[in-house]
């Protein structure tokens, strides 16, 4: 069973910047493409980002030349750099590639 943990977010001002990372276990990690969505107040949930096994990596317009995702193997860990934060930004952040989802982690984007 896949698990995912989520974490990282918080308070920001606009301009801000926050670091979320994902723990997923019940997977081969290594071999699994990652991505992260979010879920924007009144929004349906929406895909932000990607990593692929070999590192390549693909955003939504909207976060692109501001979020960058990575990977640590050895730590099954996912991780999201979020830079000029906008408060269009706000919402819940998942990291997910199949099953359940985890709790996700919220980031509020608010002067």
């Known amino acids: 069973q896949v698990k995912y943990i989520e974490s990282g977010g918080g ?11 994902c723990v997923v276990s019940g997977i081969v990690f290594d071999f699994s493409a990652m991505s992260w969505y ?13 990593i692929a096994r070999d590192g390549d990596t693909t955003y939504t317009d909207s976060v692109r030349g501001r979020f ?11 991780y999201l750099q979020m830079n000029s934060l906008k408060p269009e930004d706000t919402g819940v952040y998942y990291c997910h590639v199949y099953g359940d989802w985890g709790q996700g982690t919220q980031v509020t984007v608010s002067s």
């Not at 979010?38 to 990607?50: D, H, L, M, N, T």
């Open 68 to 78: 960058t995702i990575s990977r640590d193997n050895a730590k099954n860990t996912v």
């Open 11 to 21: 308070l920001v001002q606009p301009g801000g910047s926050l670091r979320l990372s």
């Open 38 to 50: 979010r879920r924007s107040p009144g929004k349906e949930r929406e895909w932000v980002a990607r």
